[in-house]
C-alpha cells in the first residue's frame, strides 16, 4: 500500500516514527479498554453514590405520662397531601409550549419598533437579543412551573373544597433546594377530605398522602409549664450523623420536662437514601437506618392533684397569678406543680397568631414564666418557722412571752405589727404572725444561728430540676455579712423581707422538711424512664425517690414544737390559718404576707403565702399556695389550699382521719 511504502525503505528514521506512532495508538486504545471495561463497574458505583442524596428521618418522640399514666404529651399521626415535583414534568412542558407563542409575539413586537427607531434591517447578532433564550428561557421556565403547580393546586383544592395558596417564594426555594423531597400541599386532612381525595386522586399524578408525627398535647394548659414545648430544629443531635443533604421536619424540646428530657424522648434519627437524576428529581429512595423511637418519661405528678391546684388557682380571679406546690415530704415527689395564668402549648405546634403572641408576651401576665420554680418572691411571715426554730435551737423558752405594743424598735426606725397587742409566747405568736415576737427574739439567736438553717435548707440554691425554668433564689451568706450587716438587715430577715427571695418550690422543700423530722429532700419530677423494644418489649428505668440533699440538725422537740404551733393556726379559732381546716385531716399551716416595694421603697402590692402539711399525725403532702397581689395569706391562700386538701384527703370524720 501506499501508506506503508515508506515503512519499506531502509530509512531508520522514518521507521522510528512509525514505531511511536503505533505505540502511541497502543496505548490508547489499552486505556479506553481499561476504562470501559476493567474500570467500568467501579465508575458506575461511582456515578450510582454521586447521584444519591442521604435524607435525615427524624424518629417518633416519646410520650410524657403522668404518675397514673395518663397522657400529658403523645405524637400522633397527622395525614398530609404533598406533590413530588418529578411526576408532573409533562405539565410544565405543556405550560411552557402554552407561554411560548405570546412570549414570542412580545419579542416580535418589540423587534419591529426597534426597527422602525434605527429605520435599517437588524444584523444577525442584533435579532438574537429577540429570541428566547438564556436568561429569558430560565425565566419562562420558571414561571410555567409555578403555574402548572398553582393549577393542580387548584384542581385539588376544588375537589376537596377547603381553600389551598401555593406560595411562590417557597415553591420555587423547595424546586431550587429540594426538588427530589415531596412538596407540602396541605396539612391535618380531616377525614372528609381524605375521602374527597381518594375519590379523585388518580386524576392528579405526582399527589400523595403522608403520614407525618405531630406533636400533641392532650390536656391543653394543665401543667404545660411543667411539661413544656418544641421548637423547629432539624439539626442532628449528639452522636448522629452530621451530614445530610435533606433533612425532614424535626422539633427539640426548648423549656420544661420537653427540653430537660429532650435525648431520651427525642430517639435517634434514622436515614434514607433518595437517588436523583440529572435533572435533581427523585428515580427512587431506600431507608437504610430506621430512625429509633425516643422513650417514655413518667412524671410523679397526679393529674387528678394538678387540675384541682390549676382550679384552686383559678377561684383568686381574673387574671389570677400564682402558684401551687404539692409535694410528698417523704420521697420529694412532686404531685403538682401549678402556675398561673397557664398556656396552651399546642399553639407552637399548629402556629401562634398575632393576638395570642402578645398575650403570652405580657410583661404584666409573664403566662410562660412558671411562677412555681422561675420567679423571686418575698417569703413574708412563712419564715418565721425558720426563725422560731433557730430561736428555739439557740436555748429560746417557748413559754417565755414578749409584750407587742403594736410595734417594736430596731435601734431608730418602728416596725409596725399587725398581731393585736399583748403578751406572746411561741405558740401565739406563730399562729398570730407576732412581728414584734420573731424580731425580738431573732436578733437575740443571732444573725449566724439563722444563715446556717437557712444554708441547710439551700435557700439561695437551685433545687436540681431539669425544666430551665428554674430561679436559685436569694439568701444571705458570709461574703453579703462582709459588706455590711446590720441589726434592722436581721430583723427584716426575721418577718421575711429584706435580702432574701424564695421560690415556691423552694417553701416547699422547707416544709417538707419541718414535716418528715428534718430531712432536706431533692424535689423529684421524673419517676421512671420507659424504653419500648419490639423484641424485648419495655425496659423501665426508675429515678430515685427519696433523696436527702441534706439535714435540718434541730433536735426533734424544738420541731414537734413548731409543728403544734403550725398545728394552732389552722385549728385555732384565732388562727391565720383557719380556712384551711378540713373535716377529713389535720392540717399544720403558716400564712404570710410580704409587701413589695418599688424603687422608692413605696408598698405597691403584697405576695401572699400559706404553707402547709398534712396529716399533723403521720405527714404525707406538704402544700404551698402562692398568690400575687392576695389581700393577706390567710384571707387569699389559706381557702385555695383547703380545696386541694379536698381532692387529697376526701371527706371522712375528723376523728377516722386522726386513726389512719
Sequence with gaps: ???????????????????????????????????????????????????????????????????????????????????????????????????????????????????????????????????????????????ARFLATSNLVAEVAAALRTPITLDPGEFHEHYETRRALPLPILSNLSPAQLARFAESSRAWPGLEVEVQPVRVYPQGETAAHVVGHLIRDDRSATGEDAFFWYRLPDYRGIVGVEYGYDAELRGRAGAKSVLVNNFGYRHEDAVWMPAEPGQDVVLTLDLEVQRAAERALRLVGHPALGAVVVMDVLSGDLLALASAPSFDPNLYVDGISPAENAWLKDENLRPQINRATQDNYAPGSIFKTVIGLACLEGGLDPKQTVYNPGYVMVGRRRVGDTAPPGAYDFKRALKLSCNTYFISNGLGAGIDRILALGERLHLGQNTGLKTRQETAGIFPDARRLARGWSPGDTANLCIGQGAMAVTPLQMAVMTAAIAN??????????????????????????????????????????????????????????GTGRAAELESVRICGKTGTAQITDVNNRVVGHTTWFISYAPYERPRVAVVVMVEGGRSGGGTCAPLAREIYKVLFPEVPKEVARNR
Design 1 to 143: 500500500m501506499i501508506i506503508l511504502d515508506p515503512l519499506r525503505q531502509t530509512n531508520p528514521q522514518i521507521r522510528l516514527l512509525a514505531g511511536v506512532v503505533f505505540a502511541g495508538l497502543a496505548v490508547l486504545v489499552a486505556g479506553l479498554w481499561w476504562l470501559q471495561v476493567v474500570k467500568r463497574k467501579e465508575f458506575q458505583a461511582s456515578l450510582e453514590t454521586q447521584s444519591y442524596r442521604t435524607t435525615r428521618i427524624p424518629a417518633t418522640r416519646g410520650s410524657i405520662l403522668d404518675r397514673q399514666g395518663n397522657l400529658l404529651a403523645e405524637t400522633q399521626p397527622r395525614y398530609a397531601l404533598t406533590l413530588y415535583l418529578d411526576e408532573i414534568r409533562p405539565r410544565f412542558a405543556a405550560v411552557y409550549d402554552q407561554l411560548t407563542p405570546r412570549v414570542l409575539a412580545s419579542l416580535d413586537a418589540q423587534r419591529q419598533q426597534y426597527e422602525a427607531q434605527v429605520q435599517r434591517e437588524l444584523t444577525s447578532a442584533e435579532r438574537r437579543r429577540f429570541r428566547i433564550r438564556g436568561q429569558l428561557k430560565a425565566e419562562l421556565e420558571r414561571a
Design 517 to 574: 423530722g428534718g430531712n432536706v429532700l431533692w424535689p423529684r419530677l421524673v419517676k421512671a424512664i420507659i424504653r419500648k423494644d419490639d423484641s424485648t418489649g419495655s425496659t423501665v428505668t426508675g429515678m430515685p425517690e427519696g433523696q436527702v440533699r441534706d439535714q435540718l440538725n434541730v433536735r426533734p422537740e424544738n420541731l414537734q414544737l413548731l409543728r403544734e404551733a403550725m398545728l394552732a393556726d389552722v385549728e385555732d379559732p384565732d
